[in-house]
């Protein structure tokens, strides 16, 4: 165990370019954005589309049609 550590310590420790500070940075808010994802509690399910009211499923299949007599 202790030798993970400083492993660690001195992965941290190096000396880092900018280009490294940027993609250690744009990786830690990826993940962080991707556990919030998995571990977020989903409400009311998982809906595709507006649902705001706007259906006909409820009519007659003869509703639309005219009568010609």
Known sequence: MRNIWEAVREFFKRDWTPT???LLII???L???VKG???SP???GISCGNNNGN???ELDDDYWLD???
């Open 20 to 22: 490294e500070k940027v």
């Open 27 to 29: 990786c830690c808010i």
């Open 31 to 33: 993940i962080g954005v």
């Open 37 to 39: 994802f998995l571990l």
């Open 42 to 44: 989903v409400k009311k």
């Open 55 to 57: 259906v006909y499923n």
């Open 67 to 69: 009568d010609e007599d």
